[in-house]
C-alpha cells in the first residue's frame, strides 16, 4: 500500500509539472526528464500516463525514451557509477577501470547488483578529456582515475561523501 502512495504521489508531482511547463508535444523530453528524476526510470506505466496527458502516441514517447541514451526503461541503482570510454579516457586506461570495477561489483556495464545498490555504465565521452580517464560517482566527477582509486570511490559513494 506504501508503495501504491508513494507512486501516486509522485504522478501528482507529475502532474503539476505537466500543468505548469503545458502540456503539448513540445515539452515532451522535458517531461520525461522529470518524470525519471521521479521515478528513477521511466517504465512503461509512465510512458503511458505521459502519453495519456500529451495526447501523443505511446510509440513516439517510447522512441523518444529509447533514442536518447539519458533515458532508461529499467530501473538503476542507488548508485550510479560511469566510466568515460571516449578515446582520451579509453587511450588512458578505462577499459581497465571498467573490467576491475565489474569484478569488484560482479556485475557487467549496464547492470545492477542484485541487491540493488550499485549501477555500472560506459559512457561515450564526458568531455573532461584533460582529466581522463574520469569516473562518474552519483554525479561527482573523479579525474585520472586508477584502478586502486575504486575502492576510495565505492566507499565514498555509499558515505554520500561529495
Known amino acids: 500500500m506504501c508503495k501504491n502512495k508513494f507512486a501516486e504521489?509522485?504522478?501528482?508531482?507529475?502532474?503539476?509539472?505537466i500543468e505548469e511547463k503545458g502540456a503539448i508535444e513540445g515539452n515532451l523530453i522535458e517531461i520525461l526528464h522529470k518524470a525519471q528524476?521521479?521515478?528513477g526510470y521511466l517504465p512503461q506505466e509512465v510512458q503511458l500516463y505521459v502519453s495519456r496527458k500529451l495526447r501523443?502516441?505511446?510509440a513516439k514517447v517510447n522512441g523518444v525514451v529509447t533514442f536518447y541514451s539519458y533515458f532508461t526503461e529499467i530501473p538503476k541503482g542507488k548508485y550510479v557509477i560511469s566510466v568515460c570510454m571516449g578515446t582520451a579516457c579509453f587511450v588512458r586506461g578505462s577499459a581497465d577501470i571498467l573490467s576491475a570495477l565489474e569484478n569488484k561489483l560482479?556485475?557487467?556495464?549496464g547492470e545492477t547488483t542484485k541487491d540493488g545498490k550499485f549501477t555500472i555504465d560506459s559512457l561515450r565521452?564526458?568531455?573532461a578529456c584533460g582529466l581522463?580517464?574520469?569516473?562518474?560517482?552519483d554525479g561527482k566527477v573523479h579525474g585520472?582515475?586508477?584502478?586502486d582509486d575504486l575502492d576510495n570511490i565505492l566507499v565514498e559513494m555509499e558515505s554520500g561523501i561529495r
Open 106 to 109: 560482479g556485475i557487467k556495464s
Open 56 to 58: 501523443i502516441s505511446a
Open 132 to 137: 581522463a580517464p574520469v569516473v562518474i560517482a
Open 9 to 17: 504521489e509522485k504522478f501528482r508531482e507529475l502532474d503539476q509539472f
Open 144 to 147: 585520472r582515475v586508477e584502478v
Open 125 to 127: 565521452c564526458v568531455g
Open 37 to 39: 528524476d521521479l521515478f
